[in-house]
């Protein structure tokens, strides 16, 4: 059993790793060698540097910044989001009437409407705040909403057979199966969260890791700009991580996990 699991993790993840070491030793020597310009494209020795010499600024100032951006973003898209595609799902005419413009919401570029955040709340934090929650609103929406619907009469008619009322069906057969639906779009919008706090950063923030990036690129330091990126890359990741664990927590005691 010990030896099962690291023999597990190499299968599913040493060739991701193995691809990921390849591309930074390419990457490193395209560097050395002088092929692309150090402003343009910086060793990962350098962004490596970076995030050392930067590291009280980025972690004590800007990480921080953009962490309770993206949080307080995801809680509310969360929030929102279920309890809008509970109420699609139990009337039938509001989701008639909302999916569209749910999806026409998604054609409205981000980068346009940041601007309008900033009129309306400020450079505060809830103008990046409605970023991210625009941006990450959508995939709990409609993984909520689509769980639900998927086709349970079976179910249903058994547990009408015992009595049961509209809201014992919802909690004894919609909501688990509209789990793994639900926890896909959760894991989409805990990566877009990210993407959204950025944006707002960019276009109206004076701090954060968004921010940093920007300064950074404005000034050619493009090695301190990629430790930024690297950052939310990292950040996005582990929150990937974690919904993901929690979906295995959750599923693994409902018998979805072996």
Known sequence: MRTAAPRRLLQHY??????ALL????????????LVPPFILPAPSAVCKALLEERRLLFGV?????LLEVLTGFALSVVCGC??????HLFSPLAKALYPLLIISQTVPLIALSPLFIMWFGYTLWSKV???????FFPVVIGTYDGLSKNTDAYRELLLTYGANRWQIL???GVPLALPSFFSGLKLSA?????GATIGEWLGGSQGLGYFSRRMAGNLQSAKMFAAVVLLSVLGILLFLAVAALEKIILKKRGRYS
Not at 23 to 34: C, K, M, N, Q, S
Not at 83 to 88: C, D, E, F, I
Request: charged fraction near 5%; include cysteine; charge should be positive.
């Open 23 to 34: 591309t930074l030793a390419g990457w490193e020597t395209v560097a050395r060698l002088g």
């Open 171 to 173: 909690g004894k057969v």
């Open 130 to 136: 409605a970023v991210v929650f625009l941006t990450a």
């Open 83 to 88: 309890l809008l595609g509970v109420a699609m």
């Open 14 to 19: 040493g060739p991701a790793s193995l691809l």
């Open 62 to 66: 800007h990480l921080p910044a953009t």
């Open 191 to 195: 990566v877009y969260c990210v993407i």
